[in-house]
């Protein structure tokens, strides 16, 4: 599979100068199968508009695409409005929520109000793509993709620590695994669910929007530090582990520096930049 970052930056999008390394915009994964060429989306931050944008210059065709849902908070959704392919008639888009069943009453309601009169010029109902709410009580869920895919997808939530709370993805492709824990707090110690979700992952992708300092007075903000989310990719066993939710007070040379820096203590490490590619 082909991971793809288009949003890494956490709570708000930022545009100055100083930012553009790492990147603006928040949160949204794309990833795609190799062989079928198909794309899947987790969160709807600010950076799924240049994805849409892409997939549109690439001429993509797909008769379903997944959206994926961490959970709802501003800078997970912000962009929703602005995929470009959710104005395209003939495009089915599967909302998808697993593991959220018991919490949200109405999946449909929440873009719904986002896209109301007083907040967006275009409704949802008037966006065009025919839209599925997938709101999912169970946490685990096997895709069959194309008939030439031997192997389904494998996909599996788990509910973490975040105000609201929020669900962390491991999907599962050709024997690889790719975890995306992003918006986690882990209080005291580290939350062994979210390293039985990690474990023996080829990539992790992990929250680290706060140093150790900044996390003291940040607590119950929702969020990990940096050493917390290698402290999470020890225990365990990631080949591979990337840090993203950077701060919006968090510049280009402060995270090339933090990055060196978790270098050091995991070798390979790196802090997630937009339109960065990870093939596993
Ligand atoms: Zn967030
Ligand atoms: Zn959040």
């Known amino acids: 599979m082909l991971v793809k970052f288009y949003g890494t930056r956490g709570s708000v999008p930022v545009c100055t100068p100083d930012f553009q390394e790492f990147g603006g915009n928040t949160t949204c994964l794309c ?3 190799k062989e079928t060429n198909s794309i899947a989306v987790i969160d709807a931050g600010t950076g799924i508009r240049e994805l849409g944008k892409d997939l549109i210059e690439s001429k993509h065709k797909q008769d379903e695409i997944f959206i994926a849902f961490t959970h709802f908070h501003w800078d997970h959704i ?5 995929f470009a392919p959710a104005f ?8 998808l929520a697993l593991g959220w069943g018991k919490q949200i009453t109405c999946l449909k309601d929440i873009f719904k109000t986002q896209m109301q009169k007083e907040f967006f010029p275009v409704q949802l109902e008037k ?7 997938m709101l999912l009580k169970e946490t685990k869920r096997v895709f069959k993709t194309q008939a030439k895919r031997p192997k389904p997808v494998i996909v599996k939530t788990n509910k973490h620590r975040h105000p609201g ?3 962390g993805y491991r999907i599962e492709l050709d024997g690889k695994a790719m975890v995306f824990c992003t918006d ?5 110690s580290i939350d062994k669910k979210v390293v039985k979700l990690a474990e023996r992952a080829d990539l992790l992708i992990h929250d680290a929007q706060f140093t150790d300092e900044e996390l003291k007075k940040k607590r119950g903000w929702g969020h990990s530090s940096f050493s917390q989310a290698i ?3 020890e225990r365990a066993n990631v080949k ?4 993203t939710h950077h701060d919006p007070d968090h510049d280009d040379g402060f995270l090339r520096k933090m990055e060196k820096k978790c270098q050091h203590r995991f070798k390979d490490s790196f802090l997630a930049r937009e339109k960065m590619e990870i093939e596993l």
């Open 31 to 33: 990833i795609k199968d």
């Open 78 to 82: 912000q962009g929703f409005p602005f």
């Open 88 to 95: 395209n008639k003939k495009q089915k888009i599967n909302i």
């Open 127 to 133: 966006m065009g793509a025919k839209f599925k709410f």
């Open 165 to 167: 709370g929020v669900y």
């Open 184 to 188: 986690v707090e882990h209080l005291n």
């Open 231 to 233: 402290e999470v990719a």
């Open 240 to 243: 591979m582990l990337a840090l």
